[in-house]
């Protein structure tokens, strides 16, 4: 039985990797809106820096409808419609 050894490129291109196993941009998408959410956050609580209330939510309603997106991805997939999944990119 082989171990997967969990290096950060691998741990990168997993999280970004759709249910096929190719890259998604949606995943990507997703992840930044997050990620700028969060520092608006963190901008708005410790430092005091404002952030204009649309621009917030906009970038809340991004990130919840990505996660739903990416969360729907996996019931969408049609038996005769799948692809051959990629070989693994990092195995050894």
């Known amino acids: 039985m ?4 969990y290096t950060p490129q691998r741990v990168v291109h997993e999280l ?5 196993g190719t890259l998604s941009s949606k ?7 997050f990620l700028c959410t969060v520092g608006s956050w963190i901008a708005n ?3 005091k ?3 204009l209330t649309y621009i917030f ?8 409808a990505g996660l739903g997106f990416i969360a729907s991805e996996k019931f969408a997939r049609s038996s005769n419609n799948q692809t051959e999944v990629p070989d693994d990119p990092f195995a050894e």
């Open 2 to 5: 082989s171990t997967k050894r």
């Open 16 to 20: 970004f990797s759709d249910v096929d």
């Open 27 to 33: 995943r990507l998408i997703t992840f930044t809106a």
């Open 45 to 47: 609580i410790f430092f």
């Open 49 to 51: 820096v404002e952030t």
């Open 57 to 64: 939510e906009g970038m809340l309603w991004l990130t919840g």
